[in-house]
């Protein structure tokens, strides 16, 4: 059977499937209203056709393949996918850091096309400024905008206080945990009021416990501020705990699989890990993933290095 008709199998299975997750309009009245919210919002992020080549060994690796999607104003939208699937290199083209080899990205109508203070990014590896303080790496954005100083101060302070670091405002970033680290890179994206924050894996490099809390630090902050979330990550337990939808990625060509829209309720709490909705979503990602998986790569080739007779296994 093609990958194709073993996916649309999938997407019809029968709700006795643990992994299967019904599209809102057959879901409870208060998801149904809560996506009927969303798609009544205008489009902030247009994805059309988007298609990225590199050169790569003699060879040409086609690292994004027809990647269409849009994402409403003030969604929170998850982009899953194994590695190697695009996902980098499709936040980069919406943030202007790189050119497509086809298709277009749009914000709030207009064409990307080079960075641009309507889109913040946020990485995983800690960026700060080590020579600024908190306060200082905020400010960063809205000096180069034209403020000055003391207009730039002005703007930043709410949004270090937003992120509970009023105390350390004039802390320098070695004196920070990687938690507080992330949560300037938040404050510093969010200062100049962009229409779009671009996340790549920004938690990835966090222990279990702060990344925990900074994913709930992360919806109290969108609960408050008019920003649209395109958040990269290939934790499926992040992308159900924070989305309202996810792309599910697969890789060689990298392109899109399926976008689901999750059924958990919000206000997103712990408890809702353990709850049937959040099972069947995590389900239905790990069965399109899954299945995505190279088999032939999944044993390393690799020769006994040790005489010992003693096995370990
Ligand atoms: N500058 C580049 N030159 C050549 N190939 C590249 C370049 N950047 C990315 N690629 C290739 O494009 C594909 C997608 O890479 P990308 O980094 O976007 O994947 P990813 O989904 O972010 O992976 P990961 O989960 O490991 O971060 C990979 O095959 C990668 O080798
Ligand atoms: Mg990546």
Redesign the pocket.
Same mark, same amino acid.
């Given at each position: 059977m093609s990958g194709k008709l073993e996916l649309a199998s999938m997407a019809t299975a029968p709700e006795t499937d643990p992994a299967f997750v019904p599209e809102h309009r057959r879901q409870s009245a208060a998801v149904r209203e809560r996506f009927a919210r969303l798609y009544q919002r205008p489009v902030t992020l247009e994805i059309a056709g988007l298609t990225?080549s590199?050169?790569?060994g003699g060879g040409i690796?086609t690292?994004?393949q027809d990647v269409s999607f849009r994402a409403h104003r003030r969604e929170l939208i998850c982009v899953i996918?194994?590695?190697?699937?695009?996902?980098?290199?499709?936040?980069?083209i919406v943030a202007g850091l @790189?050119e497509p080899t086809g298709g277009s990205v749009r914000v709030d109508g207009e064409e990307v096309d080079g960075p641009c203070p309507n889109r913040g990014m946020v990485f995983q590896g800690y960026t700060l400024f080590p020579w600024r303080t908190v306060l200082g790496n905020v400010m960063f954005g809205l000096e180069v905008s034209g403020l000055s100083d003391t207009a730039a101060e002005q703007q930043a302070m709410p949004w270090v206080e937003m992120v509970g670091l009023a105390r350390f405002a004039t802390s320098y970033p070695y004196q920070l945990s990687g938690g507080m680290k992330q949560r300037v890179a938040i404050a510093r994206a969010l200062a100049t009021n962009p229409r779009l924050l671009i996340m @790549?894996?920004p938690f990835a490099a966090l222990d279990a416990q702060t990344r925990a809390q900074m994913q709930d630090y992360l919806l109290q902050i969108w609960r408050q501020v008019d920003v649209t979330i395109l958040f990269?990550t290939?934790d499926l337990d992040e992308a159900v705990f924070l989305a309202d939808r996810i792309v599910v990625?697969g890789?060689?060509p990298?392109r899109v699989l399926e976008i689901v829209e999750v059924p958990v309720p919000r206000p997103r709490e712990v408890a809702h890990f353990e709850s049937p909705l959040f099972v069947a979503t995590k389900k239905h990602l790990e069965k399109l993933i899954h299945h995505e998986r190279p088999k032939d790569t999944d044993r390393l080739p690799i020769v006994r290095m040790t005489q010992v007779g003693d096995d370990v296994e």
């Open positions: 990225k590199f050169e790569a690796v690292a994004l996918g194994p590695s190697g699937c695009g996902k980098s290199t499709l936040g980069r @790189d @790549d894996e990269v290939h990625m890789a060689h990298g």
